[in-house]
């Protein structure tokens, strides 16, 4: 009697360990598929999320664009939206459906600097984007994001971001300081450590590139190349390709940067795709 009650108790505790491990196998097939699911069908529109740094306003990229409408000889629309932080959405510009890759600017009205702004921008900004990509019927985008704009982004990918609804096809980061100030990437911020952290939820099919300005090698008069080099901690070997592109000689400032001329070039190239494009002595690229 007591040998077949510990038989059963034995086959219990087989049959309860062999269901936890396969429903951890389970849970870890769903969240490594959650990253890579797309919406079922791409929407014709695809457009170019534009995303200033601190300070910076819907006006910020107006250079840039007018910049790539030249040199792409198209007339891609810009719409320019403000978060307010009652979460209202105020417009200027113009969005034109006949065109494949519109702008679309978000700013904010509260536009400081600091980790916890930007904790609150990433809000605002998933906020913005779920209004906008109903209102404009789509469901997949590239990003731009200059200085801090770069780490709102980061910040809505790793807390916001939902690859059942949107996907995100390809990310620029221009001078984002990933370790704000910081030169030492030994010295990490609060901010560094938690994005490291939370890199699991980067979408691993995101094709990302990260571009610094430099002077003197050292930063771009503002944001240390250190810092801009710590974006590999968090996009290194969990997107599905990352590189880091730097960017020397004139306009290499970090205010100058978005209507930098090799800038300019990149974003043709690995945003518009647009091929044949001249050779850029002031750029290297890494892997």
């Known amino acids: 009697m007591e ?5 059963k108790w034995l086959r219990f505790i087989i049959l309860a360990t062999l269901m936890t491990y396969m429903g951890f196998l389970g849970l870890n097939w769903t969240q490594k598929n959650m990253r890579n699911a797309i919406p ?3 929407s014709r529109i695809s457009p170019i999320i534009l995303v200033p740094g601190s300070s910076a306003t819907q006006e910020r990229f107006d250079a840039m664009v007018n910049e790539l409408n030249g ?7 810009l719409l320019k939206v403000t978060v307010h932080t009652d ?11 006949g065109r494949s890759h519109p702008y679309i600017v978000i700013a904010f009205a509260n536009n400081h600097d600091g980790y916890s702004n930007i904790k609150k921008q990433a809000a605002w900004f998933n906020h913005a984007i779920k209004i906008l990509s109903a209102k404009y019927q789509f469901n997949h985008f590239s990003a731009i994001g200059h200085s801090n704009g770069g780490l709102v982004l980061t910040r809505y990918l790793e807390k ?10 390809t990310l620029m980061t221009i001078a984002s300081p990933f370790n704000f100030s910081e030169t030492n990437i030994d010295k990490r ?8 952290k939370a890199n699991t939820k980067i979408p691993s099919n995101l094709i990302m590139y990260s571009v610094a300005g430099t002077e003197n090698y050292n930063n ?3 944001v240390p190349f250190a810092s801009v080099e710590a974006g590999k901690y968090i996009y290194q070997n969990t997107a599905k ?19 930098n001329g090799e800038i300019v070039s990149l974003i043709q190239q690995y945003i518009l795709h647009v091929n044949n494009l001249p050779d850029q002595p002031n750029i290297n690229i890494r892997h």
């Open 241 to 259: 390709k990352y590189t880091q592109i730097t960017v020397t000689g004139e306009d290499s400032t970090h205010h100058d940067l978005p209507q």
């Open 71 to 77: 040199k792409t000889k198209t007339t891609s629309s």
């Open 160 to 169: 916001y971001f939902n690859p059942q609804k949107l996907r995100i096809t």
């Open 189 to 196: 911020t609060q901010m560094l450590s938690d994005m490291i």
């Open 220 to 222: 771009d008069g503002t």
């Open 87 to 97: 979460n209202h959405l105020s417009y200027s510009g113009t969005f034109k459906p």
């Open 3 to 7: 040998m077949s009650l510990m038989y």
């Open 40 to 42: 079922a069908a791409d």
